[in-house]
């Protein structure tokens, strides 16, 4: 059963627009949610991440916004470049009192920023 | 700069081999964690490791074993390989209980195909 759904696989934005990538999750247990970044051929790189206690935290041209009664979260890319083109993994991570979190992943959104 | 090394970018391997994915980090840290990533799926854990010698399973255990004898080294291991586990591997770490919350660090993935 899939915690983290990232329901659109792909997204083309035009450059200098907006892009919007959204994220659903249904354990409310989660605590910490995350957006990474994944370029072909590489492993994923952290982008962003925001606490269950805050509903919006903003880094430059990218802002994460969090729904926790809808158990919802987006990433906000203001304005896209053609650079920001990759797959854009969610997030969450709950911590069951043991030695470390683990992080649930999403399926990922191909976002495309057209020149 | 966390630096995650993977020793293999591809592998080709026959059904039924012995199979080791090789992974080591240079910041000393404590957790380290086996991903696989397919398409339509995202990323899902295999195992983890939060201390030398120390393991958990993650959410797809089957068919793998870990070994983690040096802080620095994390091992992912295939008994015997069969086509469902070609895939692509990526390794990553963080650091210890006192920030659990810290970002992943990935490497940058082996792509196993098994025959």
């Known amino acids: 059963d899939q915690q983290v759904k990232q329901n659109s696989p792909s997204l083309s934005v035009q450059e200098g627009r907006i892009s919007i990538l959204n994220c659903d999750y249904t354990?409310?247990?989660?605590?910490?949610f995350l957006w990474y970044k994944k370029y072909p051929a590489e492993g994923p790189t952290f982008l962003i991440s925001i606490s269950s206690i805050k509903d919006k935290n903003e880094d430059g041209r990218f802002t994460v916004f969090l729904n926790k009664s809808a158990k919802h979260l987006s990433l906000h890319i203001v304005p896209s470049q053609p650079g920001d083109s990759a797959v854009y993994f969610c997030a969450a991570s709950e911590w069951d009192g043991g030695a470390t979190n683990k992080l649930i992943f999403g399926t990922g959104t191909l976002l495309a920023v057209q020149p | 700069d966390v630096k995650v090394t993977q020793s293999s970018r591809y592998l080709v391997k026959r059904t039924g081999e012995k199979v080791f994915l090789e992974c080591v980090q240079d910041?000393?840290?404590?957790?380290m964690f086996w991903y696989r990533q397919d398409p339509g799926l995202g990323l899902r854990l295999i195992y983890f490791?939060?201390?030398?010698?120390?393991?958990e399973k993650g959410d797809i255990p089957e068919g793998y074993s870990v070994s983690r004898e040096k802080k620095e080294r994390f091992s992912l291991i295939l008994e015997s390989a069969s086509t469902n586990q070609t895939s692509m591997y990526l390794c990553?770490?963080?650091?210890?209980?006192?920030?659990?919350?810290?970002?992943?660090?990935f490497g940058n993935g082996t792509r196993l195909t098994v025959t």
């Open positions: 910041m000393d840290h404590e957790n």
């Open positions: 354990n409310s247990m989660f605590d910490y």
């Open positions: 490791s939060y201390d030398v010698k120390m393991k």
């Open positions: 990553a770490s963080s650091p210890g209980t006192g920030s659990y919350n810290s970002p992943l660090h």
